[in-house]
DNA sequence: TAGTGGTCTAGACCACAAT
DNA sequence: TTGTGGTCTAGACCACTAC
C-alpha cells in the first residue's frame, strides 16, 4: 500500500527529503514547479553540498522530482500510464488509433509514433526467441512513442523473414492491417496466443537518451513479448517503459471448472 | 537486447564502474565473492572517496552488486525468479507445495515462507479495491517468502469479513484448501477471473528492511492483485518483489475467431 | 553572464561486521 | 580491533540552461 509512515531516521538527507516530500503532497510545489535548487537547500538547511543533493537524490529515485542540468529540478508527472492487456491482443483492432494511442488518451494525454524498419540478421538473443539460427533474416521495426510530445515507451520488433518475406506485410507501415494479430492474418497465420515477461532493472545509457531519462538511478519496466501460432513464434519484441511512469494490467481467466 | 555497447564516457566512475562490470561478466568475481573495496579502488585508481563510491554505486543500481556496512561489496545473484501466471491460478492446485515454491524450485532455490492474520478495518484504498466501505471489517495477512533463507518476497492480503467471517477458511492457514481460488470454492464463491496490476518503484524503507534491500536506490516490482467473482472482489493483494530479481510471465490468449 | 545540476577532491566521524 | 560501507563537510571545476 502507500501508506508512506513518514519513520524519522537520524540522517540529515532523509529529514530534508521528508520535508520537501511533504511540501509537494501538500501541494506546495505542484506538478512541473521549480523545487529549491541545491544552493538553496545548503542555505536553508546549513548543510553541505552532497547533503543537499543526496536529499534531492531521494525525491528523483521516488520518481517524485526531475533533475535537469542548468535549468533545475522539478516535480515530476505521477500519473500513470496504463496499459492493459485486456482488448489489446485482438483480431478486429481499432481502424482509427492504436492501443498505445488508446492507453495515452485515457491518461489524458496526446499520443504519436514513429517507426522505421530494416532488414537485419538475428542476433543470438532474437534467434533464441524466434526458434531460429543466428544469422537467419529478419525485419527489426524500431518504434518510439511519445506523450505530449515527449518520449515514453520504446520498442524493437523482430520477425522472421521466412515468414513475412515477399508478402504486403513484410513491413509493420504497410498494408491496412494494424497491429500483429491482423497482420498476421491476412498472410495466414492465426496467432492463438501472446506471452509477455515482465521485468524491471536499471536503464541502460542509451535508454536514458532515448527516453529522455535522468542520468543516474533510473529504472524501467521491459515487456518481452512474443507473438505465437501455436509454439511457432511469428513475432518478439522488447517493450521498454520509464519505470515510474506505467501500470501494466493483466486481466487471468480462471477456468470455471476442474 | 542486452547487447551492452561500451560507450565510452569521460567520467572517472563511469570508467571504472566498467572496468569492474568487464571484469565480473569475464567471471573474474563470481557470484557471492567480494569486491574491491571503496578503499582498494581509492588506492588502485587514485581516486577521492565519493568517485569510488559512484563506481560501485553504478553497478549497485545495475543489480550487479550489492554492499553491506561492515562486510563489504559483493557480486549478486543474477538469475531471475520466474513467477509465471500461467497454471498458477487454478481450481485444483497442488496439494504439497505452492506456485511459490515451485517458482524458487524452478530457480535452483529452496522456498520458505510464513504468514500472520489479524483482523482490521478497511482502509480507504483496501475499501476502494474491495468495494467496501471504509472500516468495514477485514482479515488481513501478512506473508513473506524467503528463497535459500533470504527474504525475497513479502505480500499483504485482505479478504472482506462478510464474506469469509464465521467460516471454515476465514484464516488462509485454516483448512485443508491451498489458494484463494480453492478456499473460496469451498464457501461457494467461484472466481472467475484475477486481475494484476504491475508497477515499479523506489522501494520504502519499510520494504528495504523486510526484504534485506540496499538502502540506497533499491526499487521493487509490486503486483496488486484481486480475485474477482464476476465483477464481485473477493480477495485483493499487494505483492512486492525486489526489482532486480524477478521475472513475471503472462500467458495471454487470444479469441480464434473475430 | 549568472545560476543550475554533474563530477571530483580530501578530508572526517559513525554504525556495523568480521576477527 | 580492524576494515567495511554510510553519512557529512567544505571546498573546486565543468557542462548546460535561461536570461
Request: proline share 5%.
Amino acid at each position: 500500500m502507500t501508506d508512506s509512515q513518514d519513520a524519522p531516521t537520524s540522517h540529515r538527507y532523509e529529514e530534508i527529503a521528508a520535508e520537501l516530500r511533504g511540501a509537494i503532497e501538500r501541494g506546495d510545489f505542484p506538478e512541473g514547479s521549480r523545487l529549491p535548487s541545491e544552493n538553496d537547500i545548503i542555505r536553508d538547511y546549513d548543510v553541505a553540498r552532497n547533503t543537499a543533493r543526496d536529499a534531492l537524490a531521494v525525491l528523483r529515485h521516488e520518481g517524485l522530482a526531475i533533475a535537469r542540468q542548468g535549468s533545475g529540478t522539478v516535480v515530476s508527472t505521477r500519473k500513470r500510464i496504463k496499459r492493459n492487456s485486456q482488448g489489446r491482443y485482438s483480431r478486429t483492432p481499432s481502424k482509427v488509433n492504436s492501443p498505445f494511442e488508446r492507453d495515452a488518451a485515457t491518461a489524458g494525454q496526446r499520443g504519436d509514433w514513429e517507426c522505421e524498419t530494416v532488414k537485419a540478421k538475428a542476433s543470438p538473443e532474437v534467434a533464441r526467441r524466434l526458434s531460429l539460427d543466428t544469422g537467419d533474416p529478419v525485419t527489426q521495426t524500431t518504434y518510439r512513442f511519445f506523450g505530449d510530445g515527449r518520449p515514453i515507451q520504446v520498442s524493437q520488433s523482430w520477425e522472421p523473414l521466412a515468414i513475412t518475406g515477399g508478402t504486403l506485410i513484410e513491413r509493420p507501415e504497410d498494408g491496412s492491417a494494424i497491429g500483429v494479430i491482423a497482420r498476421m492474418d491476412t498472410i495466414g497465420q492465426a496467432v492463438d496466443h501472446v506471452v509477455e515477461k515482465v521485468t524491471a532493472r536499471a536503464a541502460s545509457r542509451e535508454e536514458v537518451k532515448r527516453l529522455d531519462l535522468p542520468t543516474r538511478g533510473a529504472y524501467v519496466l521491459v515487456i518481452e513479448r512474443t507473438h505465437f501460432v501455436g509454439d511457432a513464434p511469428v513475432e518478439t519484441c522488447d517493450i521498454v517503459f520509464p519505470g515510474d511512469r506505467y501500470e501494466l494490467t493483466y486481466d487471468i481467466p480462471v477456468e470455471l471448472k476442474a
